[in-house]
């Protein structure tokens, strides 16, 4: 089945910037979505289409697709923006959905 | 607005079942594929099931194929999931979530705030 490989943990400093990357073989050819998790709550979309930042997202947040790896850029990232934060796209059928493992950001 | 809100949730033990519910609003149901996702404790999302917007295609992960069954009434607004011979790796938050197609491709933009299930004599 296919996988999408995320890093456990990032860790950052406030106002530094975070990279969490996402890796899956489908990815040249399937879009990558980002979600925000916080404790306790239900996912949000921060990137949609690769690199598209929805409605009511700060601009610190952007995306970008490089081959078969994604990747979630926070720019000055902010404590708020502790979270775990999950990739998702299909295979390469487009049936299956599947989330990356899911990688805890950590801004102190 | 969006709301989704799932209910059915509880405790059941090893081998039995439980049927799901996600009652949606705020928007023309119809039009919209739904999915299952979950999430067992302290660990990550896993989407399970979607189902059309006519309800006529399914499709399901390989960790509950044949033993999970999504369906909808479009005329009651609700998605349902239902769950037969549970085992304790089944224990997990359930979410609800709206597919919003873009170019041809899909994510959840709108989720619920999941119903809990946990399998254990």
């Known amino acids: 089945s296919y996988e999408l490989t995320q890093p456990p943990s990032v860790s950052v400093s406030p106002g530094q910037t975070a990279r969490i990357t996402c890796s899956g073989d489908?990815?040249?050819?399937?879009?990558a979505f980002w979600y925000q998790q916080k404790s306790g709550q239900a996912p949000v979309v921060v990137i949609s289409?690769?690199?598209k930042r929805p409605s009511g997202i700060p601009e610190r947040f952007s995306g970008s697709t490089s081959g078969t790896v994604a990747t979630l850029t926070i720019t000055g990232a902010q404590v708020e923006d502790e979270a775990d934060y999950y990739c998702?796209?299909?295979?390469?059928?487009?049936?299956?959905?599947?989330f990356g493992g899911g990688t805890k950001l950590t801004v102190l | 607005q969006v709301q989704l809100v799932e209910s059915g949730g509880g405790l059941v033990k090893p081998g039995g079942s439980l049927r799901l519910s996600c009652a949606a609003s705020?928007?023309?149901?119809?039009?919209?594929?739904m999915s299952w996702i979950r999430q067992a404790p302290g660990k990550g999302l896993e989407w399970i099931s979607f189902?059309?917007?006519?309800?006529?295609?399914?499709f399901y992960a390989d960790s509950v194929k044949g033993r999970f069954t999504i369906s909808r009434d479009n005329a009651m607004n609700s998605v349902f999931l239902q769950m037969n011979s549970l085992g304790a790796d089944d224990t997990a938050l359930y979410y609800c979530?709206?597919?919003?197609?873009?170019?041809?491709?899909?994510?959840?933009?709108?989720w619920g705030q999941g119903t809990r299930v946990t399998v254990s004599s």
């Open positions: 979530a709206r597919e919003k197609e873009a170019k041809g491709e899909d994510y959840f933009d709108h």
């Open positions: 705020g928007f023309t149901f119809s039009d919209y594929y």
């Open positions: 189902i059309s917007s006519s309800g006529r295609n399914t």
């Open positions: 489908a990815l040249p050819k399937k879009y």
């Open positions: 289409e690769d690199s």
């Open positions: 998702l796209s299909t295979d390469s059928s487009g049936r299956h959905r599947v």
